[in-house]
Every structure is written in C-alpha cells, then in structure tokens.
Nanobody, 121 residues
Framework: QVQLVESGGGLAQAGESLRLSCAASGSIASISFMGWYRQAPGKQRELVATITEGSITNYASSVRGRFTISRDNAKNTVYLQMNSLKPEDTAVYYC???????????????WGQGTQVTVSS
C-alpha cells in the first residue's frame, strides 16, 4: 500500500513564504514523476509544478519564478518552496506521484490528502 503524506500548509500573509513536503511510503520500486497540483474554491484542480527523477522541472506560468520544486530520491520526498505568496495562491495543495510498485509492474498515479494554504492580503 502506497501513501503520500503532505505537511507544511498553513496561513501566510502576502509576500511571505511557505514550504510544503510530501513523503511517499510503502512498497515502491521507483518514482518517475512527483509534483504538486492545487484547487481553489469553485475552480478546477490545476498543475503547479512537476519534477522528474532526474530533477527536470516544469512550472505553471502563474508560479514560475516564485515557487521551487525539489525532491530527495533517497527519502521519496518532494518539496515545494513557495515564496512571494499572493492571495490568489490560496488553495488546497495536492501532492502527486507516478509510482512503480514493483520492477515488473506498470506505473500508477497516487495522490496525497491535500493541505490547505491560505494567503491573506
């Protein structure tokens, strides 16, 4: 059983920083992609950032230059450093991973439970 456990959400004022973490645990052979999505009230879930096992990154244009995604492959953990936060960054942030649970299995998508980030003006 694979689990993704997030931490680090909370309340911040505009201009401040927060750091999210997400650790994958369980039967894991490899994790090709890890990333973060977010969903604001009344809006669809949207991509924030992704990172490959080789640390190639991709960002939504709305966060590029302010957010930094990184990962520790030894710990199966992905991080999201969020700087210069804006009220429009307020959302539930979900960790996402593409995981192969055995050497011979295919890859499956796993989601974390979500962590709330609220940015006040």
């Amino acid at each position: 059983q694979v689990q993704l456990v997030e931490s680090g959400g909370g309340l911040a004022q505009a201009g401040e920083s927060l750091r999210l973490s997400c650790a994958a645990s369980g039967s894991i052979a490899s994790i090709s992609f890890m990333g973060w999505y977010r969903q604001a009230p009344g809006k669809q879930r949207e991509l924030v950032a992704t990172i490959t096992e080789g640390s190639i990154t991709n960002y939504a244009s709305s966060v590029r230059g302010r957010f930094t995604i990184s990962r520790d492959n030894a710990k199966n953990t992905v991080y999201l450093q969020m700087n210069s936060l804006k009220p429009e960054d307020t959302a539930v942030y979900y960790c996402w991973s593409l995981i192969q649970i055995t050497t011979f299995s295919g890859q499956l998508v796993y989601w974390g439970q979500g962590t709330q980030v609220t940015v006040s003006s």
